[in-house]
Nanobody
């Protein structure tokens, strides 16, 4: 089992920035993927950004150039720096972890962007 603990999030004005962090613990192997998904009210959960232990990244088109994912493999942590936030970024953000074909999600943290 893997446990995920998220921090960050909150309320920010449009154009502002926020940083999300997530720490994974438990039975972790050296090859895995960490990242973030989000779910806005009335919408399906969607990919925001992923990063493998090897450094390969994947971003949703809607956040490219505004969000940056980073991770510390030794600490099993992942961060999401979110810049130029807009109202469409308002959602619950979930930390994501995948290894050995099994996926885990954190409890979620609310990000609200006021216009």
């Amino acid at each position: 089992q893997v446990q995920l603990v998220e921090s960050g999030g909150g309320l920010v004005q449009a154009g502002g920035s926020l940083r999300l962090s997530c720490a994974a613990s438990g039975s972790i192997i050296s090859i895995n993927t960490m990242g973030w998904y989000r779910q806005a009210p009335g919408k399906q959960r969607e990919l925001v950004a992923l990063m493998s232990t090897g450094g390969t990244t994947d971003y949703a088109d809607s956040v490219k150039g505004r969000f940056m994912i980073s991770r510390d493999n030794a600490k099993n942590t992942v961060n999401l720096q979110m810049n130029s936030l807009n109202a469409e970024d308002t959602a619950v953000y979930f930390c994501y972890f995948k290894q050995l074909f099994k996926s885990y999600y954190g409890q979620g943290t609310q990000v609200t962007v006021s216009s």
